[in-house]
């Protein structure tokens, strides 16, 4: 009888091991984001309502250098917006991958096109019930960071490629959880420091460990 007892526990022990090995990984179906296309015409209907508030002295702060340019806009293909938590950051092993610790949020950032580069930046927030609706438009910064990005490094836009926010790092990256587990592509960092692109998972955590922990205990 004691021999059954131990066996039982044994069994046990096994299940629960393998139950916490599930958790840890990611299958990557959760990381396919496919925007509806029957949406599509909407959100550039919402595109030109905030084009056509766009005042004709502020052009350059929304990406545009003349008013040609306003009538050639075009939605490139979106970002689903994912962020990485801070405590993620923080208790870091270099056994993790970019996989187990994105987070995904509920917008999409639609790169806003003319002539083939990226202008300015498009936001649509998806509600619970899938409601789409564009909430705000510019970031010229960033969609020179991405066009940047997607010219050095010759890719093409594609639904493995994520948009990747630290928010206590105020950083913003790329990823390929799929096919890239162990790699952070950063975007504005290499253009405010002048170095090399290192797009090591671990390389660019520890590089904003600090910034994070001080703005986490400053209450951001």
């Not at 984001?33 to 766009?54: N, R, T, V, Y």
């Not at 250098?65 to 806009?73: F, I, K, R, S, Y």
């Not at 991405?146 to 990747?164: E, G, P, R």
């Not at 790699?183 to 590089?207: A, F, I, T």
Request: hydrophobic share 40%.
């Amino acid at each position: 009888m004691k021999n059954i007892y131990v066996f039982i526990i044994i069994i046990f022990l096994c299940s629960m091991l393998f139950s916490i090995d599930k958790t840890h990984v990611s299958s990557p179906n959760t990381f396919i984001d496919q925007f509806p296309d029957s949406e599509i015409s909407s959100i550039q209907g919402g595109l030109a309502d905030f084009i056509s508030k766009i005042p004709q002295d502020r052009l350059s702060d929304y990406g545009f250098a003349n008013d040609a340019e306003l009538g050639v806009t075009r939605l490139g293909m979106p970002f689903r917006l994912y962020f990485i938590k801070p405590e993620s950051i923080l208790d870091y092993r270099k056994s993790t991958t970019i996989n187990q610790i994105l987070v995904k949020t509920s917008q999409w950032y639609f790169p806003v096109l003319v002539n083939q580069e990226i202008q300015a930046m498009l936001v649509v927030e998806e509600s619970s019930d899938g409601h789409l609706t564009p909430v705000s438009f510019g970031y010229v910064p960033l969609a020179n960071y991405l066009d940047q990005a997607f010219t050095s490094k010759d890719w093409k836009a594609s639904n493995d490629i994520k948009l990747v926010v630290v928010y206590q790092a105020k950083e913003f990256f790329l990823a390929k959880p799929i096919t890239e587990p162990q790699k952070l592509y950063p975007l504005q960092y290499e253009q405010k420091k002048g170095l090399s692109l290192n797009n090591d998972l671990g390389y660019n955590l520890d590089r904003i460990r600090l910034q994070v922990d001080a703005n986490m205990k400053g209450g951001f």
